[in-house]
């Protein structure tokens, strides 16, 4: 079975551009979370998505934007890129949120702003 | 607000000693406390969990045990092999709430020498 998926693996943007990172969750998953994570500290959670509805969001500020679509895939868009938006940007899915359950992390989109 | 502290930020051992990570959380409200090995170039995998009514929870060569009082949990691997080098977080989170945030910790990053 394939496990969480995003797109690109890497990506290099220059300040105030615009970016768009793309999740696949694990088939039958229908909560999906976003989290930043920083050079050499822990992730950081931006955003839940559950049902194609916002559930949860931490404490980033409006440039963050995110939805999931029908097939519980999710975009994460980041506006007006600052060089500190530099980072690992992680997807988590889950098959219901708010409860205990396993979240699966996918690999991440690197991104890198000049 | 809502912090998780853990030391040591980097751990070497010789293959087959154990090894202990700590942590502290801050949020009185969490009651689940999973445990993440992030190796290179993937995102972090669930290793172990426990929650705030369980004092100890064992799988294998994992350990995990949870002091609710002082808000201290600790991971604890024996026989260490050198698989086990990676990065490890600690985490708490509140279940309960509507949606799955969790809180990391800074990361340890583990090296099993052979």
């Known amino acids: 079975d394939a496990g969480v998926t995003q797109s690109p693996t890497h990506l290099i943007k220059t300040r105030g551009q615009h970016v768009t990172l793309r999740c696949s969750p694990i088939?039958?998953?229908?909560?999906v979370s976003w989290y930043q994570q920083v050079l050499g500290q822990g992730p950081q959670f931006i955003f839940q998505?559950?049902?194609?509805?916002?559930?949860g969001r931490g404490n980033f500020p409006d440039r963050f934007s995110a939805r999931q679509f029908p097939n519980y895939s999710s975009e994460l868009n980041v506006n007006a890129l600052l060089l500190g938006d530099s980072a690992l940007y992680l997807c988590?899915?889950?098959?219901?949120?708010?409860?205990?359950?396993?979240?699966?992390f996918g690999p991440g989109t690197r991104l890198t702003v000049l | 607000g809502e912090n998780v502290e853990q030391h040591p930020s980097t751990l070497s051992v010789q293959e087959g000693d154990s090894a202990v990570i700590k942590c502290t959380y801050s949020d009185s409200a969490s009651n689940y406390f999973p445990w993440y090995k992030q190796e290179l170039g993937k995102g972090p995998q669930l290793i172990i969990d426990?929650?705030?009514?369980?004092g100890e929870k064992k799988d294998q060569r994992i350990a995990v045990t949870l002091n609710k009082t002082a808000k201290h949990f600790s991971l604890h691997i024996t026989e260490t092999q050198p698989e086990d080098s990676a990065v490890y977080f600690c985490?708490?989170?509140?279940?309960?709430?509507?949606?799955?945030?969790?809180?990391f910790g800074p990361g340890t990053s583990l090296s099993v020498i052979p």
């Open positions: 088939s039958g998953h229908k909560s």
């Open positions: 426990i929650r705030s009514n369980v």
């Open positions: 985490a708490a989170r509140s279940l309960g709430t509507s949606y799955d945030k969790v809180i």
């Open positions: 988590a899915s889950s098959y219901l949120a708010g409860v205990y359950n396993e979240q699966f």
């Open positions: 998505y559950y049902e194609k509805e916002e559930r």
